[in-house]
């Protein structure tokens, strides 16, 4: 769907929610493609409010786009009447829903921030360190915000293995130090399967990237919020995505920075003093990352040895350190 099409579609079906004025929709930005979808932000010439219509891909034989578009909308809707909502945290103000031409596409209140990845870049170090923090507050809320009554869970280290084995155990043979890595997780994970972890309604892909920031106020993105599960599994990604923020090429004096960016972000969640299943956690979503880039071919598997294998290394390392 091209610019031009959102933006009709929206003067012919979307009446703004602030002045009420219908056809008035203009694009401030062209569209920008993201992974299942395109963003772009539109504003109403009448009174100047700022939109983002978040497109879906069309259907396919293996999903149902429209169906995905319409739940994160409807769970977005959900977040607002049950999310602590305040100057500091919440999350996207959604303003409307629509289909056409086998899309969803949802529209939300544009807010005025950088993702934290991006954020972050712009921080001098105690800063950064208090943005990390406040990004596991934000977790927390969210996890508090979800059923009350949800149960004690496991880890599920028997189909992780399975999963991580069948789907990318071919190319995570082909050097000795994966596998060892991954002989690492699967000996660990046997050890740690019996132990129970407190459920919540995990947000499903939390990253810096899926959190804006304007230097005030924490925003979430993408929130999928269906899964419970152990915590872990929200705060893994996020880790290891600020691993991979920090690490920039030659870059040592931020790298040594990362430990301190993880320790506040885990005292803003809460999180006690057990690492080990945190790092579990880690080490199967790096070795799942790196697995996904070496299927790709030769030249993402190169990219993913320097990108991603030193964060393998280092995770398995402080596995074995802990177990």
């Given amino acids: 769907m091209t610019g031009l099409g959102v933006a009709g579609l929206l003067n012919a079906r979307f009446i703004c929610t602030s002045c009420r004025a219908s056809g008035s929709w203009i694009a401030v930005t062209r569209p920008l493609p993201r992974q299942n979808s395109s963003i772009q932000r539109l504003r109403c010439v009448r009174c100047q409010e700022q939109i983002v219509a978040k497109v879906s891909r069309r259907d396919d034989l293996r999903s149902d786009a429209r169906a995905e578009s319409r739940r994160e909308y409807e769970t977005l809707c959900t977040l607002q009447r049950v999310f602590p909502q305040d100057e500091h945290f919440g999350t996207l103000l959604s303003l409307g829903y629509l289909e056409s031409a086998g899309r969803g596409i949802m529209v939300t209140r544009h807010f005025c921030g950088d993702n934290l990845a991006q954020h972050l870049r712009s921080l001098g170090e105690p800063d950064a360190r208090e943005a990390c923090r406040a990004a596991g507050v934000w977790l927390r809320k969210l996890h508090q915000s979800g059923d009350p009554d949800v149960q004690m869970q496991m880890l599920g280290v028997a189909d992780k293995l399975d999963y991580l084995a069948v789907t990318y155990g071919a190319v995570l043979r082909r050097d000795r130090e994966t596998w060892t890595a991954y002989r690492c997780l699967e000996q660990t994970g046997l050890r740690m399967d019996a ?16 959190m804006l920031c304007d230097g005030t106020r924490y925003i979430g993105l ?85 990108r991603i294998g030193p964060l393998v290394r280092e995770l398995a390392r402080r596995l074995e350190e802990v177990s």
């Fill in 195 to 210: 132990r129970e972890f407190a459920g919540v309604r995990q947000h499903g892909d939390f990253k810096p990237q899926n």
């Fill in 222 to 306: 993408d929130i999928h919020w269906q899964s419970i599960g152990p915590a872990v599994y929200d705060l893994a990604p996020f880790l290891n995505h600020l691993w991979l923020v920090c690490r920039t090429f030659g870059s040592l004096l931020t790298n040594r920075h990362y430990l301190q960016r993880e320790s506040m972000f885990l005292a803003g969640y809460g999180y006690g003093n057990d690492p080990q299943a945190v790092y579990w956690a880690q080490l199967y979503f790096a070795l799942c990352y790196l697995g996904a880039y070496r299927q790709k071919g030769r030249l993402a598997a190169n990219y993913a040895r320097w």
